[in-house]
């Protein structure tokens, strides 16, 4: 089954000698970096093996949101949400992006005191959030008919087009100078004197003094291939959509069931509030340990299965040479099967919380690849091994709204700019540094 419809960027024909910095990955964080780069006058090649969004930039669920947000996240999200607001305008493109809130429901008391407790998190950043409930939490949600002691609303919070964004992203880059390249592999990194010299691509050599590496999914087998051990796994998730549909709620909604956003064709993206698949693999077994506290924490809401995954992987190369394809050309596009049961298992909920909805039409399903981190939290570092070798990858399924800060955090660690916040807690480093790797909530 295809995945979602993604506004088409065609690549640029010709293959820069030399630029300033290689971002490798053509989704919304490597979009954003290479915006955020361009505009600062580096010159800049974006190196893409599949198309600009193919993957899970344009699979997620479309939420800009920093409620629920891991504390840690929540200053870069912040600054995310300040560079939306202004986000079309400085693209000169749409994005799809409105601020129209987001509601976390909450059943019972133990649930309503826990994101009660979280809401101080925002305390200091004039973000609106609140706790609601009675006939105000009634009217954010019209012909609803949840039991819930309350919710968390959150009015800063917004949604953009994920099939639109990214897209959007690259060609304003490319406006501002930078070579956008479609189906252009980087099969691997070159050094002179220990440090970063260029890329060596399926389509040639481009010199270079800066590599960024936002490459999702794929980031842990690209950092292998230099002995740079990035513990990372992925999660499926499967999402749906419908055709336009009146009547429906105006914030986006998540329930234990179900969650649920407006999409800017009147339609809804529609998938499972919690469950998510793992596809056991053999770097499951490798990073066992790093991730047992998450799964301690997250065990309910995974579903894991050993299946074709598994041998796909096992058969993937960890080396290879430069003048050779390399595995990121023989697969171009993460397109995972979509997983009926669940989808069919949230939408059957969203029915019976809004029967306006026993008339929404399915018009597709895919499914996508979130890359996850130990502590569910970013990598947005340089790297001490390689001088000139920077990873932004790891987004845990958060990055899709927190992309456009994590570009400019990342280009200002690039230029060696003051930093937008504290880059601390997502250094590289702290996979090796002695540091208590975890997830800080449930959230």
Sequence with gaps: MPG????????????????????????????????????????????????????QSSRNWGWVRISRRDPREVPLMAEALRIWSGFDKRLGRDTGYKRAGIIFACPDDKSYEEHESWG????????????????????????????????????????????????????????KGAAILTECAV???????????????????????????????????????????????????????????????????????????????????????HENIVDIVPKSFRYALNFLPALKMEWSSLSFRFGGRFFEEARMPARWNMDEASPFEYNRVLDPKPSLDMSNKAFNGLKAAFPVFNKAEIAQRWAGYIDVTPDAIPVISAVDQIPGFHIATGFSGHGFGIGPAAGRLMADIVTGRSPVVDPTDFRFSRFSDGTKVRPLSGF
């Design 120 to 175: 101080k998190n925002l305390e200091g950043y004039q973000l609106p959030s609140r706790m609601v409930s009675g006939a105000e939490l009634d009217a954010l949600l019209p012909g609803g008919n949840m039991k819930l002691k309350g919710a968390l609303y959150t009015p800063a919070d917004g949604r953009a087009e994920p099939q639109k964004a990214a897209p959007a992203v690259a060609e304003a880059a490319r406006d």
């Design 4 to 55: 979602p419809y993604v506004v088409r960027v065609n690549g640029d024909e010709n293959l820069p000698e030399k630029v300033d910095v290689v971002v490798i990955g053509g989704g919304i964080i490597g979009t954003s970096t290479a915006l955020e780069l361009a505009e600062r006058g580096q010159k800049v090649a974006l190196c893409e093996k599949g198309g600009i969004g193919q993957e």
């Design 187 to 273: 099969r691997g990194i070159e050094t002179s004197g220990g440090k970063v010299s260029g890329v060596v691509t399926e389509r040639g050599r481009i010199a270079c003094d800066a590599v960024v590496l936002a490459g999702g999914a794929w980031s842990n087998l690209f950092c292998g291939l230099y002995g740079i051990d990035l513990p990372q796994l992925k999660v499926m998730n499967t999402v749906l959509r419908t055709k336009p549909l009146e009547g429906g709620p105006e914030a986006a909604l998540w329930s234990k069931d179900f969650a649920i956003r407006k999409r800017q064709d009147g339609g809804y993206t529609i998938a499972s509030g």
